[in-house]
């Protein structure tokens, strides 16, 4: 942005799943703040949504605290509120938003309906440098390979079934570990030795997971933990290499980022840094800190949908728990 232009801070809240997160990003500074809880499901459960949301509203007041803090001192201009409009759990996303919708009406500030999935592109893409890339999204909630074109997020390749994210935390959860799952799996593979011949599922641009998952429990007992972990992470991140490499030959797009909470997986991060470079262009994922689900993602999008005139009034900001990446304008790319 130009330097006349004056400074713009935008508080922005996260809510969709796990992760009750609020911070302050500016314009000039980038993320000011960025504070968060997240709930941890039962041990051998999924997220329980109202259970998710309940833990959220109970933090509310002190992330909210924590993120309007900087230096010890209060943050007290703010232009702009952005919240998690969806994708997500209903219950969850509402919570975010009653939130959102209260601090802009008090503070009578525009309220920013920001789509989580282009949260983890811009605050990943604000880093990397990287100008018009192939994203490769994969997290709890997505698993899909997208490029922009024509003012929009379109999909070129997707799961079948359950997305990557789900992969790793519904086999960690079979042999006992807590939710997310997937650090867990990473750490267990890296002492895999041996390769568990697993299924293989690439379709066209699409991978599949569902029968991986299905095949891999039968696999428990019957051959070495480790040897599972890191067959599986093989055989699911190979499959969406492949897919992201034809999409990559489509698209002739120069650069690929990997973006979403998976993103903070070494052995993926590798795999798709090596495909890039066999095909001359450049790779970057998203940072460890920013990876997961978190307010910067949301507070640094903010700041580009505003500056763009984007907003919503309160009465039409209703959460869209099935909100589509490709149905969101893009005005500031
Ligand atoms: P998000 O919904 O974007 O916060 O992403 C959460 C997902 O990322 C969960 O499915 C986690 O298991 C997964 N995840 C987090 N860290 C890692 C990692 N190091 N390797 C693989 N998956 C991970
Ligand atoms: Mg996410």
Not at 93 to 107: C, E, Q, S
Not at 173 to 199: D, H, T, Y
């Amino acid at each position: 942005m130009k330097d006349t232009e004056e400074e713009i801070l935008a508080l922005g809240i996260e809510s969709t799943a796990h992760t009750f997160g609020v911070s302050v990003a500016s314009s000039k500074r980038g993320i000011l703040t960025d504070s968060k809880r997240t709930y941890v499901p039962q041990l051998g459960k999924g997220i329980h949504p109202r259970e998710a949301a309940q833990h959220h509203a109970s933090v509310v007041a002190e992330v909210l605290e924590e993120a309007l803090t900087l230096e010890g001192e209060r943050i007290e201009k703010i232009d702009a509120v952005g919240f998690s409009r969806g994708p997500g759990l209903g219950p969850c996303l509402r919570t975010g938003a009653t939130v959102a919708r209260t601090i802009a009406k008090y503070r009578s500030l525009p309220l920013i309906p920001i789509h989580h999935a282009i949260g983890h592109i811009e605050i990943a893409a604000r880093t990397s440098k990287l100008e018009d890339p192939l994203v490769i999204l994969v997290s709890g909630g997505h698993t899909c390979i997208t490029a922009f074109s024509g003012g929009k997020w379109r999909i070129f390749g997707e799961t079948e079934d359950i997305t990557l994210g789900n992969l790793l935390d519904m086999f960690a959860r079979e042999i006992g570990l807590s939710s997310p799952g997937g650090p867990a799996i990473e750490e267990l593979a890296k002492k895999g030795q041996r390769f568990v011949n697993l299924p293989y599922i690439q379709k066209g641009n699409d991978v599949s997971y569902s029968g991986l998952l299905t095949a891999a429990k039968r696999t428990i007992n019957k051959e070495a933990i480790e040897d599972i972990c890191y067959s599986i992470q093989e055989v699911a991140f190979s499959a969406l290499v492949e897919a992201s490499e034809r999409t990559l030959s489509h698209t002739e797009k120069k650069e690929v980022l990997l973006v979403g909470g998976v993103a903070a997986n070494r052995r993926l991060r590798e795999m798709l840094a090596k495909m890039s470079e066999e095909h001359g262009a450049s790779f970057s994922s998203a940072s460890d800190r920013y990876s997961g689900d978190c307010g910067a993602q949301i507070s640094w999008t903010t700041i580009l949908a505003y500056r763009s005139g984007v907003a919503i009034g309160y009465e039409e900001s209703q959460v869209i728990p099935k909100w589509r990446i490709d149905d969101v304008p893009i005005p500031w790319r």
